[in-house]
Antibody, heavy 123, light 109 residues
Framework: EVQLVQSGAEVKEPGESLKISCKTS????????IAWVRQKPGRGLEWMGI????????KYSPSFEGHVTFSVDRSISAAFLQWSSLEASDTATYFC????????????????WGQGTLVTVSS | EIVLTQSPGTLSLSPGERATLSCRAS???????LAWYQQKPGQAPRLLIY???NRATGIPDRFSGSGAGTDFTLTISRLEPEDFAMYYC??????????FGQGTKVEIK
């Protein structure tokens, strides 16, 4: 069974750094892109970008490039989303999700999702 | 970046009724690259339809998708109580962002 399990909720102050995780199991981690999706409270889904665990290739949405960093640790089949300096507007739930297609094909839907990590940024 | 506009914003229906949700793209999207998701409060989204008309694993056949070019539709033939939720369309054919629509809420009338 494919599973993506995300790290727990975080409460941070503006300017702080943060790294959240997405631990995967049940499939070959190196073979499928991982996506990150933001959902602000009471709002819709926003595409942040994707990372390929095989070579750490990344494709960021212009709305997020430069503000977040995607990374992976192949030894533990995990993906990470990190900020070096959080802002109040980063308050949201962040989902990781696995793309459906194998290999380098990025044009694929999201067929398995993590449960989400709520990040609250407040002074 | 392709913008997806969903309508209506809210659909108020009774169990057993038919739901028709629309997703319109700002430019043509290959039907191969259009998906629909369902999201319930406090849960992650769930893939329903991909390639505009293909049901994902385990999705009941009361859910169907259709469309081409810039106009796509998700139809729920007979609403079950568990179908009242938010629905999002997504295009995954055009980077730099595989954009989502803003969502349609299907609520109990």
């Amino acid at each position: 069974e494919v599973q993506l399990v995300q790290s727990g909720a975080e409460v941070k102050e503006p300017g702080e750094s943060l790294k959240i995780s997405c631990k995967t199991s049940g499939y070959t981690f190196n073979t499928y892109w991982i996506a990150w999706v933001r959902q602000k409270p009471g709002r819709g889904l926003e595409w942040m970008g994707i990372v390929h665990p095989g070579d750490s290739d990344t494709k960021y949405s212009p709305s997020f490039e430069g503000h977040v960093t995607f990374s992976v640790d192949r030894s533990i089949s995990a993906a990470f989303l990190q900020w070096s300096s959080l802002e109040a507007s980063d308050t949201a739930t962040y989902f990781c999700a696995k793309l459906r297609a194998m290999g380098r094909i990025a044009a694929a839907p999201l067929d398995n999702w993590g449960q989400g990590t709520l990040v609250t940024v407040s002074s | 970046e392709i913008v997806l506009t969903q309508s209506p914003g809210t659909l108020s229906l009774s169990p057993g009724e038919r739901a028709t949700l629309s997703c319109r793209a700002s430019q043509s999207v290959s039907a191969t690259y259009l998906a629909w998701y369902q999201q319930k409060p406090g849960q992650a989204p769930r893939l329903l339809i991909y390639g505009a008309s293909n049901r994902a694993t385990g999705i009941p056949d009361r859910f169907s998708g259709s469309g081409a070019g810039t106009d796509f539709t998700l139809t729920i033939s007979r609403l079950e109580p568990e179908d009242f939720a938010m629905y999002y369309c997504q295009q995954y054919g055009s980077l730099p962002a595989f954009t989502f629509g803003q969502g349609t809420k299907v609520e109990i009338k």
